[in-house]
């Protein structure tokens, strides 16, 4: 049922606590992990010079090898990607054009004023996707 998982993060605690079920869900469907890290330098927020990105690119790659290496390993296939844009526009392609049967995200649990400002990329993630979304609350 769950063939192909993809799983955001950002490199926080709370991506690392999101691993954990989507690496559950794979092993029971012997699925596989395509862990997605979103740039968001192309977005009018984003303050980074076009050649800035690029390096940004690849350190974010670097890191999101770490971060797979040390949170999946070998409990689950896995690959890696960075992607770019508005996060949840990102998120939401990326899933499309892998495939994806569920979207695992953390989620940091805002709530009044901060998150009328910021918003939540679960939120608008579980809102435009094609396939199921699976939030994780983080505690604390």
Not at 3 to 31: C, H, M, Q, W, Y
Not at 78 to 107: C, K, M, N, S
Not at 126 to 133: E, G, K, L, S, Y
């Amino acid at each position: 049922m769950f063939k192909t998982i993809l799983v955001t993060t950002d490199f926080s605690a709370n991506s690392a606590v999101a691993v954990r079920p989507a690496i559950e869900i794979a092993g029971r469907f012997e699925g596989r992990l395509v862990l997605i890290h979103a740039l968001e330098g192309g977005s009018a927020d984003a303050q980074v010079v076009p050649g800035e990105l690029e390096e940004l690119a690849a350190m974010s790659r670097e890191q999101l090898h770490e971060f797979g290496t040390k949170e999946i390993g070998t409990k689950a296939p896995w690959t890696a990607e960075v992607v770019f844009g508005p996060a949840y526009l990102a998120i939401t392609d990326a899933a499309q054009r892998h495939g994806a049967d569920l979207i695992v995200v953390a989620t940091h649990g805002r709530t009044g004023l901060l998150h009328l400002l910021l918003g939540s990329v679960a939120e608008r993630v579980a809102r435009m996707a094609a396939c199921p979304v699976l939030t994780v609350r983080v505690p604390g």
